[in-house]
């Protein structure tokens, strides 16, 4: 048990690189792409993650079976992936340190429980400091669809645009409305409502480019949201306006927005900082 | 010719089943749609022309699906099984056929190709299936739309509109196996996209809304599971003071702002007296770039019908 304890640590390190006041996140290196699509369908590099970190797993398992024959197969097996995929990625050769994988075989060779956790720690070492620069940026390049390439229909001008310049176009009537509640100009707020409104609701269609389940588009664009925004309408077509309840029924439709960017508007900054 | 051919037949077989001397077994080990096309040549041309044949190559979805590698978007595109009301899991081989003749027809059970008629078919085994001629065929990938057509409740057939009805031909046109069979009910495996015509949708106007209602399609319109189609509505309206009023209206069957089969959907027009509503409605398929013109309609005001007016082009009924 001692021992399985030593190894679960050591593969769970990672995190985020930090330096004073900030959080570092590096483009991951050219030559990774061949390894992702479209360039390749086999997720090459990060199968050798998984066979590392099997291997890793089962020498510890071995070892508390008492079955060092089967710990050295695997600790080989280690090894030889580890060595192959320090030549991968020519950008991060200085992250592996081969010597040290090594010493792991020799460690389960010598049949010490306490060598072998000592070397699995160091050579455990080097993959964590990888991830800490590497692994949040590599998820986001390569494994978080991309919003850049979809384009949504403007409902007010019969228009294709990009996901950022409909969220403007959004925007701006948003701001438009408030505007012209606030200088008491009714017609104007009511055309610029329902522009709102039928923008919030076009972005709906959006959603089916990444989901397949219309149980995750329910969750943010459901009936709530639909009937915050009958109500915004029936609202502006009132002969007199009622800036409190148009404003407080702003505030219902705006926790759509929040929640939908909490999930995906950080992770498209981020890959978009990145592909810069 | 014929009874010689089938003279020679049986003197080959001997007592041997007459099945087993033109059986083809590679048939049976999922080829490529073009192999079905060495006898099925005219389905074989339609279903090239169907949406089902661009699944997997067509543009949009390669970009959509981020180049395949959104990978709970490829089953449909390229399945490996079609069973009713079943969402597919992804074929492994020859995903370029998309949706294709062995995923529609050929079934790993039976070992066999199933389809709606009661066949001799020597170089494959077949099996009469009912599920083909019934709508949750269709519903295992159309799910969306399979669930609005249920609740239209309508008894007419996803096939009945989508698969036309050709009449009686050849299922086969390779010599010599046509010499031996009757022609029989085909129906079109270019699966049409279809349009609505204008009398599918009436209008009335009633308190400055236009209503519109999606008569006789049984499935929203636009319908979609995954793709974007759109409708655009351009009402110009008229009214009594010469005043001339533009109102469009996007309806689209991801944002839900659709015309369900027989619920008037209310389109609210600016305050004053109208005369006349002339309604310009077009739509956008999910697959291509250009709108088409459903039919363009003029609805006079009822109250200004009553005056004398002819209610020409679909006013209210």
Redo the contacts between chains.
């Keep these: 048990m001692r021992v399985l304890r030593g190894f679960a640590l050591l593969v769970l390190a990672g995190g985020l690189a930090f330096g004073e006041n900030k959080v570092i996140l590096k483009k991951p290196p050219k030559s990774l792409h061949k390894y992702?699509?479209?360039k390749s369908?086999n997720f090459e590099f990060l199968n050798n993650m998984y066979i590392m970190s099997t291997s890793f797993f089962g020498i510890n398992l071995n070892i508390n079976e008492g079955n060092w024959k089967g710990a050295l197969e695997w600790a080989n097996r280690l090894r030889d992936t580890y060595k192959k995929t320090s030549r991968m990625v020519p950008e991060w050769k200085k992250y592996f340190k081969p010597a040290l994988a090594d010493d792991l075989v020799k460690a389960v060779k010598s049949k010490n429980v306490d060598k072998v956790i000592k070397a699995s720690k160091k050579l455990g070492q080097t993959c964590a400091s990888c991830h800490r620069d590497n692994e949040i940026a590599v998820k986001l390049v390569y494994h978080y669809?991309?919003f850049d390439?979809?384009k949504l229909?403007d409902?007010?001008e019969?228009m294709e645009v990009k996901v950022g310049k409909y969220m403007e176009k959004m925007t701006n009537s948003l701001k438009a409305l408030r505007i012209y509640l606030t200088q008491g100009q009714k017609d104007m707020a009511q055309e610029a409502g329902t522009n709102f409104a039928?923008r919030v609701?076009?972005?709906?269609?959006?959603?089916?480019?990444?989901h397949?389940d219309?149980a995750s588009e329910e969750i943010y664009m459901g009936k709530n949201l639909e009937s915050a925004l009958t109500k915004l309408e029936e609202l502006l077509?009132a002969e007199k306006l009622d800036q409190k309840a148009i404003f407080s029924t702003l505030d219902r439709i705006s926790m759509t927005c929040a929640k939908c960017h909490n999930v995906h508007l950080v992770p498209a900054m981020v890959q978009e900082a990145l592909a810069k | 010719m014929i009874p010689l051919i089938i003279l020679l037949a049986f003197l080959l077989a001997g007592c041997e089943k007459l099945e087993s001397v033109f059986i083809e077994e590679d048939l049976l080990q999922r080829p490529q749609a073009k192999r079905c096309m060495d006898c099925h040549a005219d389905i074989y041309e339609e279903w090239k022309e169907s949406r089902h044949y661009h699944a997997w190559t067509s543009e949009q979805f390669k970009?959509?699906s981020?180049?395949?590698?959104?990978l709970?978007?490829l089953p449909c595109h390229a399945p490996h099984q079609v069973d009713p009301d079943k969402k597919p899991v992804l074929r492994a081989e020859f995903k370029a056929d998309g949706v294709s003749c062995v995923a529609c027809h050929f079934k790993e059970e039976t070992k066999s190709m199933h389809g709606p008629l009661k066949v001799w078919s020597p170089p494959h085994p077949s099996k009469k299936d009912l599920a083909y001629v019934r709508s949750n065929f269709c519903a295992g990938c159309h799910q969306?739309t399979f669930k609005e057509w249920r609740r239209s409740g309508t008894i007419k057939t996803c096939q009945s509109c989508h698969m036309p009805d050709l009449g009686k031909k050849d299922l086969i046109q390779k010599f010599p196996y046509y010499l031996f069979h009757l022609s029989k009910p085909r129906s079109s495996h270019r699966f049409p996209s279809l349009k609505a015509k204008p009398e599918d949708l009436r209008f009335e106007l009633k308190d400055n809304v236009l209503y519109i209602t999606n008569y006789r399609i049984p499935h929203n319109l636009p319908t979609?599971?995954?793709g974007?189609p759109?409708l655009?509505i351009i009402a110009r309206v008229y009214y009594r003071n010469g005043k001339v009023r533009t109102v469009?209206?996007?309806l689209?069957a991801?944002?839900?702002?659709v015309l369900a089969f027989r619920e008037p959907f209310p389109l609210?027009l600016p305050k004053g007296e109208i005369e006349e509503v002339r309604v310009r409605v077009l739509r956008k398929l999910a697959w291509k770039k250009e709108k088409d013109l459903i039919g363009e309609f003029r609805i006079p005001s009822p109250s200004h019908a009553r005056g004398g007016q002819s209610t020409q082009g679909g006013g209210p009924q």
Excluded: H, W
């Design positions: 992702y699509p479209p369908k669809p991309s390439n979809l229909e409902p007010v019969f039928e609701r076009g972005l709906r269609a959006m959603c089916s480019k990444c397949t219309k077509s | 970009i959509e981020e180049n395949y590698s959104k709970k978007c969306e979609a599971d995954q974007d759109r655009y469009r209206k996007l689209s991801q944002s839900k702002q609210k």
